[in-house]
Nanobody, 115 residues
Framework: QVQLVESGGGLVQPGGSLRLSCAAS????????MGWYRQAPGKERELVAS???????NYADSVKGRFTISRDNAKNTVYLQMMSLKPEDTAAYYC?????????WGQGTQVTVSS
């Protein structure tokens, strides 16, 4: 099974920035779309951003213009650059395939946006 490890979360003030990283145990980016998901307490997990093997990206309306997803195939890593963070962005963030065939969910990385 593919292992995915998220990192880069933390506590940030509103308007701040963070960059999340997702390291995969092997190169899957030539096959799969990759995505960043988030889950806030009491809410279901939602897809925030995705990137295809060809580099096309899609974003949830709530993060358009603020988040950027990218990948580095040589490093087996997907990134999520988050700008202009808002309190409502507070959640545990996870990476996984951006479509069917999800790997096991990792522990995620916590992003907390608070004054």
């Amino acid at each position: 099974q593919v292992q995915l490890v998220e990192s880069g979360g933390g506590l940030v003030q509103p308007g701040g920035s963070l960059r999340l990283s997702c390291a995969a145990s092997r190169n899957i980016f030539t096959i799969n779309d990759m995505g960043w998901y988030r889950q806030a307490p009491g809410k279901e997990r939602e897809l925030v951003a995705s990137i295809t093997s060809g580099g096309s990206t899609n974003y949830a309306d709530s993060v358009k213009g603020r988040f950027t997803i990218s990948r580095d195939n040589a490093k087996n890593t997907v990134y999520l650059q988050m700008m202009s963070l808002k309190p409502e962005d507070t959640a545990a963030y996870y990476c996984n395939m951006g479509t069917g065939g999800w790997a096991s969910w990792g522990q995620g990385t916590q992003v907390t946006v608070s004054s």
